[in-house]
């Protein structure tokens, strides 16, 4: 069992930046891949970034390049760096896990259900 604690979300104005963190139970190593994943009201979950054990990332096409996921193992925490923030970025953001042999990260573009570990979420929001 992994269980997963997100902080650090807030409100900010656009072009501001809001660091999200998400503290584990059990060692991030045992887990294939972490992921930050975001559901804005209305809207289905979209998946943000990811990070698998090799420490390869993927992002979303709508936060590359502005967006930065990392992951400090002596810490057990995953980080998501968040700079260049837009009103179309307001959502909650959930933290998750996977642990499978195969395909690290699953379908992490699908919304994230290959992820078995979920966080509460934190609220970020983004004014003009």
């Known amino acids: 069992q992994v269980q997963l604690v997100e902080s650090g979300g807030g409100s900010v104005q656009a072009g501001g930046s809001l660091r999200l963190s998400c503290a584990a139970s059990a060692a991030t190593y045992v887990t294939s891949c972490m992921g930050w994943f975001r559901q804005a009201p209305g809207k289905e979950r979209e998946g943000v970034a990811t990070?698998?054990?090799?420490?390869?990332?993927t992002y979303a096409d709508s936060v590359k390049g502005r967006f930065t996921i990392s992951q400090d193992n002596a810490r057990n925490t995953l980080y998501l760096q968040m700079n260049s923030l837009k009103p179309e970025d307001t959502a909650l953001y959930y933290c998750?896990?996977?642990?499978?042999?195969?395909?690290?990260?699953?379908?992490?573009?699908?919304?994230?259900?290959?992820?078995?570990?979920w966080g509460q979420g934190t609220q970020v929001t983004v004014s003009l």
């Open positions: 990070i698998d054990r090799s420490h390869y990332t």
């Open positions: 998750a896990a996977r642990i499978s042999p195969y395909l690290p990260c699953g379908n992490w573009r699908n919304g994230g259900a290959d992820f078995g570990y």
